[in-house]
């Protein structure tokens, strides 16, 4: 899986980057190897009206979510000549850098698995300072049963636990 953590391009306000987002999206539809490579995109927009949901940061824009075929398909879709062609040039349009720059390539375990929904809480977790990468997945497995039993998650329908696969970008250091 891909995740996009994204930022808008300054220019666009906050209520105009959903729809430059859709359109964004729309060009890597019509790329081949987009098609063949991802098997599900979801796309998830920061949520403008109403009250922040307590502990939620506004630092991003949105989360995109792109299932892929496999491993390497997040290395392959990086090096693809027609999607450097068609959505490369069109990232400056939409987002405050290049789409590489933000993404986070991660291992999905679903925990709970249920029809998804309207609504996505997507939260970045970093380990503490100290803390081996092997010493924080460890605790976080043996801490899933029993966090899937707390307040946030006993409503949930689908939980899913992304494990950062590959070296974060700079900046983007979450596990």
């Not at 859709?22 to 098609?35: D, F, I, K, M, P």
């Amino acid at each position: 899986k891909m995740i996009y953590l994204a930022r808008r391009n300054p220019a666009l306000a906050p209520e105009q980057f959903p729809q430059a987002w859709r359109e964004h999206s729309a060009l890597g539809a019509g790329c081949t190897n987009v098609r063949d490579k991802v098997l599900s995109v979801t796309q998830c927009s920061r949520v403008l009206e109403g009250p922040p949901l307590p502990g939620a940061s506004s630092d991003y824009d949105g989360v995109n979510l792109l299932a892929l075929r496999d491993l390497q398909a997040a290395t392959d879709i990086w090096n693809d000549a027609e999607t450097l062609a068609i959505m490369r040039p069109d990232e400056p349009r939409v987002f405050s850098t290049y789409v590489r720059e933000f993404t986070l390539v991660c291992q999905e375990r679903v925990l709970r698995d249920a029809p998804r929904g309207r609504c996505c809480v997507v939260g970045f977790l970093r380990r503490r300072p100290g803390l081996t990468r092997a010493g924080f997945q460890q605790a976080w497995a043996v801490g899933e049963a029993s966090e899937l039993k707390t307040a946030g998650f006993t409503e949930a329908g689908r939980v899913v636990h992304n494990d950062v696969h590959a070296d974060p970008p700079p900046g983007y250091d979450y596990d």
